[in-house]
Nanobody, 115 residues
């Protein structure tokens, strides 16, 4: 069964931190580039960060540069997003994506940043 299972979302105050995780099941994780996307209410889904196979190259949306860090642990088949200095505008559902010839999506985890 192919699955991407996100976790780590929640409610945090501005300036706080969260660490999202995405555990992969049922495919060759190390062969896939991995990404985090997010979608806020009333807005289109946007790319947050990418970590490209074999996991050395990373790219970030301008809005999160310097605050978020994407990483992966191939032995644990897990993707991470460390989110620091969180802002209310970071509030969204965050989705894990795996991409090679096929693309897989997780169900998302809610991140809410509010005083």
């Amino acid at each position: 069964q192919v699955q991407l299972v996100e976790s780590g979302g929640g409610l945090v105050q501005p300036g706080g931190s969260l660490r999202l995780s995405c555990v992969a099941f049922g495919f060759a994780f190390s062969d896939y580039s991995m990404s985090w996307y997010r979608q806020a209410p009333g807005k289109e889904r946007e790319l947050v960060a990418i970590i490209i196979t074999p996991g050395v190259i990373t790219q970030y949306a301008e809005s999160v540069k310097g605050r978020f860090t994407i990483s992966r642990d191939n032995t644990k088949r897990t993707l991470y997003l460390q989110m620091n200095s969180l802002k209310p505008e970071d509030t969204a559902v965050y989705y894990c994506n795996a991409q090679r010839r096929m693309a897989y999506w997780g169900q998302g985890t809610q991140v809410t940043v509010s005083p």
